[in-house]
């Protein structure tokens, strides 16, 4: 079974980052055999492969990525042994650490060569690859971004939109932009300048992660439609479909597989609680 191990983001790594997630699995024959599925998720998540690069249809098979937010559903599987450290990104704070357009980010991975240099990038990998273990991994890897963090692009209204928004991905753009005391197309515009996507997408991507969040808790189907504010049962899975590409009875019945139930039990009381190994 693959070693996996989450750490807070720690200090002042706080102020943009949520969460570390270090997977360690060196059987190359049973690593091929994983599929990983990752639902849609608000937070950019930057992925340092230290051993084989993991694959995804329709993407460049790197080693080194930076995701932005994810409106879709995606499915990984590991080239060979799998060793990944990833760090869960704060939607509006991301561009501090990548220092680029998150728009053209959404639903795109791009090499971190591209955003520090070969050089950083491949000097990070190595880093990983020669720690001897997870923690001292995670804090290499805090150190890294702890160098390289540029001041923050402070902005108050967009701060606070994401934090309404994640409470409550149902407000409506008119009453979130009136409690912001700030005009709709104002919003619109400072939202995506900083975290990539328009403040609709965004929402209907944070009430697909609230689903998922009391899925895994236990909560039967129609509790869940309840507490997410679909009107039934019906509207949620229509929704899930269309960002998931599968209705969820079939895809989370696909995550319980005996082997892999206690990393998946894991995963979903962690800030990673969006990605299900099957």
């Known amino acids: 079974m693959p070693q996996s191990q989450f750490f807070p983001a720690g200090g ?5 980052a949520e969460a570390i997630w270090d997977a360690d699995f060196d059987d190359a024959r049973s690593a091929r055999a994983l599929t990983i599925k990752v639902l849609p998720t608000t937070s950019p998540v930057l992925i340092v492969h230290y051993r084989a690069a993991m694959t995804a249809a329709h993407r460049p098979c790197y080693k080194r990525t930076a995701n932005g937010m994810q409106t879709r559903a995606m499915t990984l599987r590991p080239s060979g042994p799998l060793g990944v450290v990833l760090v869960r990104l704060k939607a509006e704070e991301a561009c501090r650490v990548l220092g680029c357009d998150l728009a053209d980010m959404t ?7 591209d955003i520090f240099g070969d050089r950083e990038a491949s000097l990070l990998e190595e880093m990983l690859a020669e720690a001897e273990n ?3 991994r995670v804090a290499r890897m805090r150190q890294f971004l702890r160098d390289r963090v540029a001041a923050n692009r402070f902005d108050p209204v967009v701060h606070r939109a994401v934090r309404a928004l994640k409470q409550d991905p149902t407000v409506s753009m008119k009453d979130l932009a009136s409690r912001l ?3 709709e197309r104002s919003l619109q515009r400072r939202f995506k300048t900083l975290t990539g996507v328009n403040p609709k997408q965004f929402a209907r ?14 909560s039967d189907w129609a509790d869940v439609a309840y507490a997410t504010g679909y009107n039934d049962q019906a509207h949620l899975i229509n929704d899930f479909r269309s960002l998931a590409g599968a209705p969820p009875d079939t895809f989370f019945r696909g995550t319980m597989a005996a082997e892999y139930r206690g990393w998946n039990a894991e995963l979903a009381a ?4 969006n990605t299900f190994m099957t």
Request: proline fraction near 0%; charge should be negative.
């Open 107 to 113: 639903d795109a991975s791009v090499e971190l060569s």
């Open 270 to 273: 962690s800030d990673f609680y």
């Open 12 to 16: 002042a790594l706080c102020d943009f």
């Open 205 to 218: 991507v944070a009430r697909i992660e609230k689903v998922v969040a009391a899925r895994r808790k236990g």
């Open 181 to 183: 005391d700030v005009g």
């Open 134 to 136: 997870a923690e001292a």
